[in-house]
């Protein structure tokens, strides 16, 4: 994971938050049945670990990409303060990699991308990006997808 050096300031950054559908269910079965389980768990870590091998290849020191992993969610962020191709494409090509990820194991996801303050380390994650972030995906959202902020389009020129 990449590392920030002010752990004390907010930033402004892209932020995705990414959650698998059903998770719990899925965890729920797997300790009802030992094959049906060892099967789910598989599939489960299969993904999850694939999605973080594929995010740290992409980590890269002029992205400024973080990302963090924790029971079935990613976040994923990047320096929004600059304008910068090469950090919005590396954080696309981040999101896309999850997202693929997860569909070869047949597992669905959703999601919502914004811009704002956030502190995003290896050991922190907070900020009123990550809540707008979180809201999306488990509001707004509501079915499998990946959803933009609309504040996005002003920022963005859209």
């Not at 030992?34 to 973080?52: C, E, F, H, N, Y």
């Not at 693929?100 to 050991?123: E, N, Q, V, Y």
């Not at 990006?129 to 999306?136: F, P, V």
């Amino acid at each position: 994971m990449s590392t920030s050096s002010d752990h004390t300031a907010y930033a402004q950054r892209y932020i995705a938050f990414i959650d698998v559908l059903g998770f719990g269910s899925l965890v729920s079965e797997s300790g009802r049945d030992q094959v049906i389980g060892a099967q789910t768990i598989k599939r489960v870590s299969d993904a999850i670990l694939w999605s973080i091998d594929e995010l740290e290849e992409k980590l890269d020191p002029l992205s400024g990409l973080t990302f963090t992993q924790f029971s079935d969610s990613f976040v994923v962020s990047v320096d929004a303060s600059q304008p910068s191709r090469h950090a919005l494409v590396s954080f696309a090509f981040s999101i896309l990699e999850v997202v693929d990820c997860f569909l070869a194991s047949r597992l669905l996801l959703r999601g919502g991308i914004s811009r704002g303050l956030l502190i995003h380390t290896p050991k922190l994650l907070f900020g009123p990006a990550m809540n707008r972030a979180y809201e999306l995906e488990s509001v707004v959202a509501r079915v499998p997808r990946i959803i933009l902020d609309p504040e996005l389009s002003e920022v963005l020129d859209l």
